[in-house]
C-alpha cells in the first residue's frame, strides 16, 4: 500500500529482532485507515505485542509497539496481543513468556502441524506459556524485558527532544509519536 498518507501500514517484514520498524514509504492516508480500523482508532496500545502469523520464518518472533506506533494499519498476516487489565501479568511478562525457549518450540510445531504452513489460524491458543503465582513474581521474571523496552522509550524521547530543541533534523518516528512530543513541551 502506497498511497501518500501519514498512517505507517505494517507488513510481516517490518518485524524484525523485537522491534517494529516504520517503513515511511508504506504510508496511508487517514481515511484508509480509519475503514481498517472501523472507527477514528486503532485500538492498538503502547507496548502491545505482534508477531507474524501467516508468510514468514519469523512466525511466533514478537516485537513490542512502542509509544507513538498506536497509530498504525497492520497486514492481517500478524497477530497483536495484550495482556488483560483482569491479569496481574504486563505485556513485558506475556513477551517474556513468549520468548522462552520450550515456548518457541511450541510455537515451531504449531506452525509444523499446519496443512496449510502459510496461516497458524487460531492454532496460537495452543501455545503454553508458564503462569505466576503473583504480580510480583511475574514483574520479577520480566524485569529485564521491561527494562529494556521503557529504556529504548526514554532514549528515544530524549533523542527527539534534542534533535528538535536544535531544529535541525526530522527523524521519521510516526506522526502519533511527534504528537505525542509535542503536547509535552
Known amino acids: 500500500m502506497r498511497s501518500g498518507g501519514s498512517i505507517p501500514y505494517i ?9 517494529v ?7 496511508v492516508p487517514d481515511v484508509v485507515a480509519k475503514s481498517f480500523w472501523r472507527g477514528d ?12 502469523i501467516r508468510t514468514s520464518k519469523n512466525i511466533g518472533e514478537f516485537a513490542v509497539l512502542m509509544p507513538g506506533q498506536e497509530r498504525i494499519v ?20 506475556l513477551l517474556w513468556a513468549l520468548s522462552l ?8 510445531r504449531v506452525v509444523f502441524m499446519q496443512t496449510n504452513r502459510e496461516d497458524v489460524g487460531k492454532r496460537f491458543m495452543e501455545i503454553e506459556i508458564p503462569w505466576p503465582c503473583d504480580a510480583l ?9 521491561r ?32 504528537e505525542l512530543n509535542a503536547e509535552k513541551k
Open 41 to 52: 482508532e486503532s485500538g492498538i496500545r503502547a507496548f502491545d505485542l505482534i508477531t507474524p
Open 21 to 27: 520498524n516504520i517503513n515511511p514509504s508504506n504510508l
Open 101 to 108: 525457549k520450550v515456548v518457541r518450540n511450541q510455537w515451531r
Open 11 to 19: 507488513k510481516v517484514s517490518d518485524i524484525r529482532a523485537g522491534q
Open 147 to 178: 527494562n529494556y523496552y521503557q529504556g529504548i522509550e526514554g532514549l528515544r524521547r530524549k533523542f527527539v527532544d534534542a534533535l528538535e530543541h536544535k531544529g535541525l533534523h526530522h527523524v521519521f518516528l510516526g506522526k502519533q509519536f511527534e
Open 137 to 145: 513474581t511475574a514483574q520479577d521474571a520480566s524485569k529485564d524485558f
Open 74 to 93: 497492520a497486514t492481517k498476516e500478524v497477530l497483536i496481543l495484550r495482556a488483560t487489565s483482569a491479569s496481574f501479568v504486563d505485556n513485558f511478562y
